[in-house]
């Protein structure tokens, strides 16, 4: 448990590949909040890669117990690419909530990266999160 929220696993890595993707999810638990917003500040990488950002179509958490790729909840929307490189990234999206919304996503490389060229981990930093801007790393799903 962290001022940002319940995390799982304890080790927060989120980790990207044409084979990996991430799966995560937040509650809206504010009373009147109904505006989320989604934030992902990155610091720059070696290589250039492009990551996509995808809403997966569940209302309740998901089970990290029993999720896997062929369980996952299926994507509804693709939100955005996320183009990671020499700069800094500090992408965020505002999204509607209703108190006890469970909004869940998913984290991957895009379809226009070329093959292999798509490998990217980073360790997330709930301590320097800001209020109203958290969301939690569920698990890794191949």
Known sequence: MTRAGTIS???RKVHVTQTVSTVFQFRAIDWGMENCELHVALPPVERPTTLALYRLNTTVPIDI???SFNVRP???AKL???VLGKDSVDW???LSCAMDDVLVF???CSEDEPSGSCDVEWWQAHQETAPGQCF????EIR
């Not at 939690?136 to 698990?139: E, G």
């Open 9 to 11: 696993p304890d080790d």
């Open 65 to 67: 117990s029993t999720l």
């Open 74 to 76: 299926p994507r509804v």
């Open 80 to 82: 955005s690419n996320i």
């Open 92 to 94: 965020h999206r505002k």
């Open 106 to 108: 998913e984290l991957g």
């Open 136 to 139: 939690t790393i569920l698990y």
